[in-house]
């Protein structure tokens, strides 16, 4: 997904409760590449889950997704985008 902007599209992510958690960083990934986040957490399954979640994981994670910068942005397209086209582009002259 990093060749294309997900600008405009909307990803529901369920089941993204805990910071560490496959759903968060599926949620930040998605954020990061342009995509509206709607995610889900139920904080009872994961209480009684030996990982367990702290009260105000899921507000983090939102807190998170809300503060991506440009900055942010820049260093993914730097490393995701431009050095796939870089190294495409050394291979094509080869």
Do not use: C
């Amino acid at each position: 997904m990093s060749e294309k902007s997900l600008k405009n599209k909307t990803a529901l992510i369920t089941g993204a409760s805990r910071l560490q958690g496959i759903g968060a960083a599926i949620a930040r990934k998605l954020a990061t590449d342009g995509a509206d986040i709607y995610f889900t957490y139920y904080l009872d399954y994961d209480r009684r889950m030996p990982w367990g979640v702290e009260e105000n994981e899921p507000d983090k994670l939102q807190q998170t997704i809300q503060n991506i910068e440009a900055e942010e942005l820049d260093k993914h397209y730097q490393i995701n985008l431009r050095a796939t086209l870089l190294l495409s582009s050394y291979f094509a002259r080869s």
